[in-house]
């Protein structure tokens, strides 16, 4: 942990005897720096995470005594930092602590299975914000210590080195970790998961010398990593479903995305499984399969998806079920606590089913909600899911949910790269899934977002198209 003992008492920015007094007003613009008017992707600034910047506490200023620490943030992604920095945007004056269990700022991880692995994003900008923003927005970052405990009858927590701490509000941001196959061979060197930088790291090294891969699991992750590989690199991806990314996209988009990575060289086996990981001398050699294969490898990567970290909120006795379980506003099973992003199982604001995403729409989503929580503006999450995944000039874009539905159509022409797959439940749109036309995507945010009623009729209709409909909203 970078700060030892009684974290209890955190620095506080005093006021120099000749400065004149600020209002709460301007406190609340100094501390606004104009985040909320920019989107995600510009939200996070190239900086480098170095050693000298793991440190938050300014060295030579001493932590006042007394003073308690208000919100407790367990884990330091997206989610968790960007409810510290909506709590600022909103005006909440009172103590902030983010604790995150790596050892280094708080980063990115979309770019790790895609533009890092290409070499073409470095450490540098993978950061969620610069080391100066804790500092100016007065938000207290602990890195390489996480939350081991926590008593809900006395609102304190414990960090595995054995501090203690007080918390009003605590969020848990714990997020997920790599699905593990409980298969022989996975700890053999060569075998890698993807979640973390650390795991990027190595397996970028390691790509340089491979020759055969194997990728286990046909989702984003898997799927993005493939494509990350290179024409050099004979890669076979293993999915135990009848298609790639069965959980999150339809049949036409699913079907495209198999013929595309099949005519780059990719081969792609369904309904198989890895059942073994063989090595020799401590490294992969390769993997058997359901099938009775056994397909070469000098490395595998597992793209098997993740289980949420549940971990914390077991301990604790809250509610857990696939996830932590929270209401419509995001409270958990205790009123003070929250639970946002990869971890959380929250409604549906449509149906009241419950249900965990993962993506960085729901982590800004949830974190933006709860701020407005925590700060009297209570109400009910219903924001609308979207996602993305590049896969080496195939840009998938999607706004809704597809699950349940029940017909399919598509706009424009698959053969010419760029066309949009729409889903319908009972009749009626439920989501847009877009490959390489973005402003199909904009526009179906637009009308989804609006609960715009369109059925299939309305959208299969000759000279339909989702951006008319969307400015035809617009002018309404």
């Known amino acids: 942990m970078r700060w030892q003992r009684n974290v209890r008492h955190l620095p506080r920015r005093r006021r120099r005897p000749d400065t004149p007094r600020t209002t709460a007003g301007q406190r609340r613009r100094r501390r606004d720096a104009g985040l909320h008017r920019q989107s995600p992707q510009r939200r996070q600034p190239p900086q480098l995470p170095t050693a000298r910047h793991r440190r938050t506490r300014r060295p030579g200023r001493p932590a006042p005594r007394g003073a308690d620490v208000t919100t407790v943030i367990a884990g330091a ?16 004056a009172e103590r902030i602590l983010l604790i995150g269990d790596e050892p280094v700022l708080p980063y990115q991880r979309p770019p790790l299975s895609k533009s890092y692995l290409l070499g073409t994003t470095t450490q540098d900008s993978l950061n969620l914000r610069p080391q100066t923003f804790y500092e100016a927005q007065s938000i207290d970052l602990l890195t390489g210590v996480q939350v081991s405990g926590v008593d809900l009858t006395t609102t304190r927590a414990e960090l595995d080195d054995g501090t203690h701490l007080h918390w009003d509000h605590l969020v848990l941001a714990t997020g997920a970790r790599p699905r593990q196959l409980g298969i022989p061979g996975e700890t053999l060197a060569g075998v890698f998961p993807l979640r973390s930088l650390h795991h990027a790291q190595h397996l970028a090294e390691q790509i340089r010398s491979a020759r055969e891969v194997v990728v286990i699991g046909g989702g984003f992750i898997g799927l993005e990593i493939a494509s990350a590989l290179g024409a ?13 990314m069965g959980r999150a996209v339809t049949v036409p988009t699913s079907d495209y995305f198999a013929e595309q990575h099949t005519a780059r060289g990719a081969q792609l086996r369904f309904g198989v499984t890895a059942t073994e990981i063989l090595g020799a001398g401590g490294r992969v050699t390769g993997v058997r399969a359901s099938d009775g294969r056994v397909y070469a490898a000098d490395l595998v990567v597992v793209g098997a998806g993740v289980v949420p970290d549940t971990t914390l909120a077991e301990k604790a006795g809250l509610a857990t079920d696939n996830g932590i379980v929270v209401d419509a506003s995001l409270r958990t099973s205790h009123p003070q606590v929250f639970a946002i992003g990869d971890c959380a199982r929250f ?9 965990r995403l ?30 993305w995944s590049d896969q080496k000039g195939l840009r998938l874009q999607i706004a809704g949910l597809a699950t349940g539905h029940d017909s399919t159509a598509v706009l424009g022409e698959p053969a010419s790269g760029k066309f949009s797959v729409v889903a319908f439940r009972a009749g009626r749109l439920i989501a847009v899934e877009s490959i390489n ?3 199909d995507y904009q526009a179906a945010r637009k009308l989804l977002a609006s609960a715009t009623w369109l059925s299939q009729d309305d959208v299969t209709a ?14 309404r």
């Open 347 to 355: 409604p549906d604001a449509g149906t009241g089913r419950l249900q």
């Open 462 to 475: 000759a000279g339909f198209t989702l951006k008319a409909a969307a400015l035809d909203l617009a002018t």
């Open 232 to 244: 050099t690199i004979a890669v076979t991806v293993l999915e135990g479903a009848s298609r790639l």
């Open 437 to 439: 036309r973005p402003a």
């Open 77 to 92: 992604g997206q989610a968790g930092v960007q409810v510290a920095a909506s709590l600022r945007q909103t005006g909440y």
């Open 358 to 387: 993962e993506s960085v729409q729901n982590a800004t989503g949830h974190a933006d909600h709860v701020a407005r929580e925590i700060t009297g503006t209570p109400g009910i999450y219903q924001d609308l899911p979207w996602f």
